[in-house]
């Protein structure tokens, strides 16, 4: 397939204005200050304009190389050593406090080099992120720690993210060509379950599309998830980083994104954002999530009572 010479409209992401402009350069300003490193940024995200306009965006932790080579991903590849910084917990906590944020999605780099794969630093980040700003939600979107349970069990139960993400990517058959060869959708797939099981109440993933999948394969794949037990999904086009990576195959039409959606619903998904520019960390998905832990709470808080003042059963969402 021949694709276009230019992308199709549906992908044009026009530049903010007014108070969203103010508003993403104040971020970006912040970030800089504090020596924040932003997945926005660093995997060139089409949304940041609009994500950083309005308040919200995804911190990326345990530096900014990458032990892992996905022919996807633009964050630089490279050998850490060991290196972590001891302080950046503490730094990222403070630095969101003074942003006011209402929705934080605490993403990291593949540590291979480390023996928890930097599980220990992943918790004591959202533990000192919530010291400092309670009302904060924390998505926490990481790595597939080699399969290690424990390490899942730390993140999990030692860290009590609000949302626990770990992402798939793309669909199985074209998992060997576009991850590195130490990922697996099977080792996802066990992370994502381990998760739920381990006891995150809300579990996400995402899948990248136009990249040679076929539609039947798609929907196969959501199937997968879902009887997996995850709670959201989101469906974005790939767009090409740069030359040295994996080329973009077709881009697919909105009303096939649409499609995925109004099906993913059916499959009994809590939310699917599917859509030409969605991405793993995606507003919409952000608002739903704070929505529904918002009634999570509610429910904890008062679970013997329905709205006629009568005992009711407690509804677990998840």
């Known amino acids: 397939m021949t694709l276009p010479a230019r992308k199709p409209d549906w992908l044009r992401v026009r530049l903010p204005a007014g108070p969203q402009q103010d508003q993403f350069h104040g971020l970006k300003s912040r970030f800089r200050a504090r020596g924040l490193h932003t997945v926005c940024e660093e995997a060139r995200c089409p949304n940041i304009f609009e994500c950083w306009g309005q308040g919200t965006a ?41 942003m006011g944020l209402a929705y934080v999605v605490l993403t990291m780099v593949d540590r291979d080099d480390l023996a928890d794969g930097g599980a220990a630093h992943v918790a004591k980040t959202v533990r000192r992120i919530k010291h400092h700003s309670p009302a904060l939600r924390v998505e926490t979107l990481v790595g597939d720690f080699q399969g290690d349970h ?42 994502l379950v381990t998760a739920k099981e381990l006891g995150a109440s809300i579990v996400k993933t995402s899948l990248m599309v136009g990249l040679g999948e076929e539609l039947d394969e798609v929907l196969h794949a959501m199937r997968l998830l879902r009887d997996a037990d995850v709670d959201v999904l989101t469906i974005g086009q790939y767009l090409r980083p740069t030359g040295r990576h994996a080329s973009v195959q077709r881009y697919v039409e909105p009303a096939e994104f649409a499609a995925y959606e109004k099906l993913g619903l059916e499959m009994g998904f809590r939310f699917v954002a599917s859509g030409p520019l969605v991405r793993s960390s995606y507003r919409a998905a952000e608002v739903f999530l704070t929505g529904a832990l918002a009634a999570e709470a509610q429910d904890q808080a008062a679970p013997a009572m329905n709205r006629y003042g009568k005992k009711r059963k407690l509804d677990v969402l998840g």
């Open 150 to 191: 424990d390490d899942l069990r730390v993140v999990v139960q030692e860290g009590r993210p609000d949302v626990f993400a770990h992402n798939v990517e793309v669909v199985p058959r074209l998992q060997r060509s576009i991850r590195d060869v130490r990922c697996s959708w099977e080792r996802s797939v066990d992370a």
């Open 58 to 98: 995804t911190v990326m932790i345990l530096g900014e190389t990458c032990t892992r080579g996905c022919r996807f991903c633009s964050v630089q590849t490279g050998k850490p050593g060991g290196a972590v910084d001891s302080n950046e917990p503490e730094n990222t906590a403070i630095s969101l406090a003074e």
